[in-house]
């Protein structure tokens, strides 16, 4: 990875220098190796919001911002979403290829014999209050995977390694779809295996123990593109969250319920909750031009949620995706003129030629359309992020399964610009004034 070429720093009024090396990946931008700056130098960098900083090398997912594209493993996301399915994308993930038949079974296997919860854990359920958000119970029901499965927490094991992996996606779909039927007072329905992992998925949420759940063929392979879509996202907030967790040797449950509280808040995964409420508040097309100069008004901290992103800045490749989807979902459920489906494309179409938009290159990105589909599945809007979160599961466990095998890992410790007070002596209370 380590070319020829190098830049050299000199700091000014100083005679010391070092040469850093430029290291260039499969794609993308090349970039400096500053690990040796300070003990050269003697200066740290600086960069808020790692806008320029790669925390890691990674084969797992690769986006171009630009020129909106993102690869799993090489594979196009639009090729993924057309022919694929999410358990194959789950082994892309982590393998790193795609699965022959018989290595497909055996991981569809592997995966679906460990759906069910420990029987415990439906006890833990009854210490939320029932009007509990779901990504709370989440954040707890998943950290609380440490304390029952003890058998594959070493770290440094790969089988214990494998096992954790399995067991996170096949049972994060079951702690979602009970989180939800705690909340509203109905049984939880047990994992059904001889489903496909996005039908189990619905079967669980939607379905009662007092009549058959017909499921719907259109509905279910909406779930799954929903679940290719997001299930990884190279560094990403979340995303560093659990690599940074892992990289102190916590456990694998430990580092995801860290990743599923990273993902919670409305710049990140929560901002698919967060279109469906600002459509609620704009209320009427009428009102779009005023909630937008409120965006636009730098006084107010209101932003249009589901537009921009970190990296996208031309479009989400996973938007333009979706978008199709949710026109399909609503045209099968026979839902014509959804107001506010009508409010969002109107929101949509006013953004994209408004020169604030467009000077910032804000898009439309996944969540703009993915709080629209999951509505018009039944889903209830406390329940987006947490099945963002389900899709998610596989991305953190290959990106945390990538870290602990690779030979450079150290505990992840960025360092600061202190600018508070310099040493002073502690004054007793007495004298204060
Ligand atoms: N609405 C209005 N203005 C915006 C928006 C928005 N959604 N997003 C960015 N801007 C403005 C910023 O205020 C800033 O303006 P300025 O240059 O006048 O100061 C400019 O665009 C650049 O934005 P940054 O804040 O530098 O962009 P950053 O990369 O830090 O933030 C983020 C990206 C957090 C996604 C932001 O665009 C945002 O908050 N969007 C809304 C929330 C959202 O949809 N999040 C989902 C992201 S996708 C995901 O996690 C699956």
């Given at each position: 990875m380590s070319g020829k070429r190098s830049v050299t720093v000199t700091l000014d009024g100083s005679n010391k220098s070092t040469s850093l090396p430029l290291m260039s990946g499969t794609l993308g931008p090349d970039v400096f190796d500053i690990r040796k700056i300070y003990n050269d130098l003697g200066v740290f960098t600086f960069d808020p919001g790692y806008g320029s900083t790669a925390s890691c090398d990674s084969r797992i997912t690769f986006i171009d911002g630009d020129e909106g594209i993102l690869l799993y493993r090489g594979y196009p996301i639009e090729q993924l979403a057309e022919q694929s399915n999410f358990l194959e994308v789950c082994y892309l993930l982590l393998n790193g290829e795609l699965p022959n038949a018989a290595e497909a079974k055996e991981f569809e296997l592997g995966v679906m014999r460990h759906t069910m919860l420990h029987e415990q854990l439906r006890t833990f359920y009854n210490g939320f209050r029932r009007d509990a958000h779901p990504m709370a119970v989440m954040c707890g029901v998943v950290g609380a995977l440490s304390a029952f499965y003890h058998d594959s927490l070493d770290v440094h094991d790969p089988e214990s390694r494998r096992i954790s992996a399995f067991r996170l996606i096949a049972k994060v779909p079951t702690i979602a779809a009970w989180a939800h039927k705690y909340a509203v007072g109905q049984p939880f329905i047990y994992p059904r295996n001889d489903l496909s992992y996005a039908e189990n998925f619905l079967h669980m949420f939607h379905a009662v123990p007092a009549e058959d759940y017909k499921m719907n063929p259109v509905l279910a392979k909406a779930m799954d593109l929903i679940m290719i879509l997001h299930a990884d996202h190279e560094q990403n907030a979340s995303t560093s969250t659990v690599r940074l967790a892992g990289s102190t040797g916590a456990n694998p449950f430990a580092c995801i319920a860290a990743g599923i509280a990273s993902l919670w808040g409305p710049s990140h995964g929560g901002a698919n909750e967060a279109v469906l409420k600002m459509l609620a508040d704009i209320?009427?097309?009428?009102n779009v031009p005023a909630f937008l100069e409120d965006v636009k008004d730098r006084n107010n901290h209101a932003k249009l949620m589901g537009f921009g992103h970190r990296v996208y800045k031309n479009y989400d490749p996973r938007a333009k995706i979706i978008q199709k989807a949710c026109h399909d979902v609503l045209n099968e459920l026979g839902i014509k003129d959804d107001p506010l489906l009508d409010l969002a494309m109107e929101l949509e179409k006013i953004a994209l030629n408004d020169k604030y938009f467009v000077d910032r290159k804000l898009y439309p990105n996944v969540d703009f359309y993915s709080g629209i589909i999951l509505k018009a599945m039944?889903?209830?809007?406390?329940m987006f992020t947490a099945l963002f979160a389900v899709s998610r599961t596989v991305g953190w466990v290959s990106q945390w399964k990538e870290m602990m095998e690779d030979p450079q890992q150290r505990i992840g410790r960025p360092r600061q610009i202190y600018i508070g007070a310099p040493r002073r002596d502690y004054v007793p209370a007495s004298k204060r004034g």
């Open positions: 209320g009427h097309v009428k039944g889903f209830p809007t406390s």
